[in-house]
């Protein structure tokens, strides 16, 4: 009896459950129909859809191929657009090179490297090798300039590694050591300054004391410790430069002094990056001398970083005027006859470079006044004194790279009597700012060029001068200085 009740009380629970049941799950279906699918269910509906490739549409409609090019065509039609583009930008570049400095490859300045200005393209170059070379920084290699798809012209300059080979050595400008190096006092044959230098020198030659370098400990103790610092911290050459341009190669005061016995003394005028272009008779380009080398176009406009020329103050009035007709005069300063130039570089990877640059206007000045002595040796139906010409046809140069210095003397060579053929380069000093030693040798040097600059070359370059003028001005009394010119 009671396994029996259990069984029936069993099946009336069941029966109970059932329409419960029945009822929870046709509400919750009602409840889905109204609210929809849950967007979680959406979005996995719909993700999987669109993941689904379509076997039907892709066994239907193949993928296009895509057509094969033509390199022929593409590598003419990039020649074609690189051709037009060269032919306007580098027309414009020339152009505005030409308004700065005058070194065309960059310049002192100074720029410090090529622009690559390769010719237009051909067919057969590709267009990568277009894209890549377009504004590249180059420091070999002559260098074309394109002018609307004509002829073009060669250019070159301080920076090429040719500019020795295509320009200096055809015109024979060349470069030598010096066998012995001697003091300068030695060069010169002059007497060393004894007590304070520049005193000495300020006694001796009056109203241009701030030329004059002094070669106490003091000074060179602070020199030497600066060039130390800006080498250490790796300064820019234009920080060596400016330091440089005021403690050792010095201007002076540009205005007249009052006193007149003062005033008529030759005077330095420092000039920096100064443009003078060889436009006139006075002022020629060095010829080629050697017409089987290979010689590239080069016009020497160039500037100076750093250049000493005389002042017109201490010729006489009387023929100042007359100055032009016989050598380059810089009207608006009042000077002519540059006898010393400097050029900077910041470090000894530049140093063809700066040789480049120093041989360029050096021979430039050279050229010039060895044509002043010859017009005075035709005037007085003279010849080349091999003793004392060889003593005032000269120029010289300072190179400075970083800490590095190096002294130049640049005269004259010729193929025969009174012919140029050119002119040498040779270094007869050169030394280190950081050491003490070296630093008083380039003082003295600096000092003994300016002493020489302001007697010798001064006083010679007027004489040349007066003699050639005797002919423009009659009236100009030159009786006293035909005895000063008789050769020895």
Known sequence: MMAASNIQCDTRRSNLREPLLTLSTSALNTRRTRLGPSKKSQRAKKTWKDSLPSTQHTLSKPRPRV?????????????????????????????????????????????????????????????????????????????????????????????????????????????????????????????????????????????????????????????????Q?????????????????????KGTKRYLPTDSQVARHFRSVRMLELVSKPQDPTWKVPPIVHPAMHAETYDFDIRPDCAYWLSHAGFNPNYASLISLRVRLIDLHGISCPYLFTEFKRDGKSTST?????????????????????????????????????????????????????????TPEMAAESEWNGCSLTRIAHGNCTSRPDLRRLVGWINEIHRWGLTRHAQSCQDDIKLCLRDEDNDLEVSELLEQLEDP
Not at 233 to 241: I, K, N, Q, S, Y
Not at 356 to 363: D, E, G, H, M
């Open 67 to 227: 057509p094969k090019t033509k390199p022929d065509e593409v590598q003419e039609l990039w020649a074609h657009v690189w051709a037009e583009l060269y032919s306007t930008k580098m027309t414009s570049s020339d152009e505005n090179r030409r308004k700065t400095r005058s070194d065309p490859s960059g310049s002192k300045g100074k720029q410090k490297g090529t622009r690559a200005q390769s010719a237009v393209p051909s067919a057969s170059t590709s267009s990568f090798d277009l894209l890549g070379s377009v504004g590249e920084e180059v420091e070999s290699g002559p260098a074309t300039v394109i002018s609307n798809g004509n002829a073009s012209a060669k250019r070159i300059g301080p920076y090429n590694n040719n500019f020795r080979s295509s320009v200096l050595a055809p015109r024979g400008i060349s470069f030598k050591l010096a066998q012995d190096f001697t003091s300068p006092w030695q060069h010169f044959e002059s007497a060393a300054p004894k007590g304070n230098a520049a005193s000495y020198y300020d006694g001796h030659y009056p109203g241009i004391k701030e030329l004059w370098l002094e070669a106490d400990e003091g000074f060179l103790a602070d020199v030497v410790q600066e060039y």
């Open 229 to 249: 610092y800006m080498h250490n911290t790796r300064c820019c050459e234009a920080e060596f430069a400016a330091y440089a341009k005021e403690h050792l190669v």
């Open 354 to 410: 700066v040789e480049n640059q120093l041989a360029t206007v050096a021979s430039l000045a050279l050229l010039n006044r060895f044509h002043l002595r010859l017009d005075r040796i035709a005037k007085a139906a003279s010849t080349w004194s091999k003793t004392k010409d060889p003593e005032e046809i000269k120029t010289y140069g300072i190179t400075f790279e970083g800490i590095a210095y190096a002294v130049w003397c640049v």
